[in-house]
């Protein structure tokens, strides 16, 4: 039997996802990526159909991996959904939808996966999380509730999984060069009270993503996670991401938020 480390990696047609599958790929890993469309496959990479938001879909991807491999040995949650808008004009359905996506999405694979890891004694859940799941993020308050409610949940589920000799880590990128923007949610906007706040928060992110950092560098860092004997719970990656925290928890909340508007030019 292949000693070979099977690999579960969600969102892998574009973006962090794919650059991560071939990424595991390229250093030994049977990676399988997945989408919710067909898609071509990347070299070394599966593709499976997927749709994180629908229970038959993850039990059908989960069902047909375990046919082909009889083990899972880790799980990157990668798929995800962004979205820039301000709190009040967000639908209520377009916030559920976000959740569906980034959390319950991530609860979805994560329990279609544990059974076999529990019956293995190992395995590894590594959570695509976000410096928005650290500080709430304006003009993405729903993305980063979303954010913030995988960070608890991953923190729980690490000790919950200890006996089970399965680990679980948290990855937060700050701003990177991704084509992520360009699936934005955005809401038809309800007030023009928002409008000059949220044209300047719109702004600024895109801003921020097309400056960004070589995303290779999260997938250089996954590959990482994914090799460690001793796997930390969180790790940060990026600029933003570092020294964000950092500044928060140094600073007084009031000169934390003067800086956080200055910086989105927010009026």
């Known amino acids: 039997m292949s000693n070979q480390k099977v690999v579960l990696v969600t969102g ?32 070394g990479v599966e593709m499976l159909k997927l749709d994180v938001t629908s229970d038959s879909s993850v039990q059908s991807c989960i069902d047909e991996l375990l046919a ?11 798929a995800g959904q962004i979205h820039a808008s301000m709190i ?10 976000i959740f569906e996506t980034n959390f319950w999405g991530v609860v ?8 076999i890891m529990r019956q293995q ?47 679980v880590s948290l990855v937060e990128p700050g701003y990177f060069k991704t084509n992520f923007n360009q699936a934005m949610l955005q809401p038809t906007p309800v007030s023009s009270d928002y409008d000059n706040v949220r044209d300047a ?10 400056q960004g950092d070589n995303p290779n560098k999260v997938a250089q860092a996954v590959v ?22 950092r500044l928060r928890a140094i600073l007084p909340g009031k000169l ?9 030019n927010l009026p």
């Open 12 to 43: 892998a047609s574009s973006g962090f996802g794919q650059l991560i599958a071939q990424k595991l790929a390229a250093v030994g890993y049977r990676v399988f990526g997945t989408s919710r469309k067909e898609h071509p496959a990347s070299p």
């Open 256 to 264: 934390f938020r003067f800086g956080a508007r200055k910086r989105l």
């Open 68 to 78: 082909r491999t009889n083990r899972i040995d880790i799980v990157v949650n990668n």
């Open 121 to 167: 004694r190992s395995g590894h859940i590594i959570n695509m999380s976000s410096v928005a799941g650290l500080i709430g993020a304006p003009g993405q308050g729903f993305y980063s509730a979303s954010k913030f409610a995988l960070e608890g949940y991953s923190e729980a589920l690490s000790v919950e999984l200890d006996p089970f000799n399965i680990q």
């Open 108 to 115: 979805r694979v994560t329990n279609a996966v544990l059974p």
């Open 88 to 97: 009040e004009e967000t639908p209520l359905e377009q916030a559920k939808e």
């Open 201 to 210: 928060i719109i702004s600024s992110v895109e801003r921020a993503i097309a």
């Open 224 to 245: 990482r996670i994914a090799s460690s004997s001793l796997p930390r719970l969180r790790y940060r990656v990026g600029y933003e991401a570092k020294w964000l925290p």
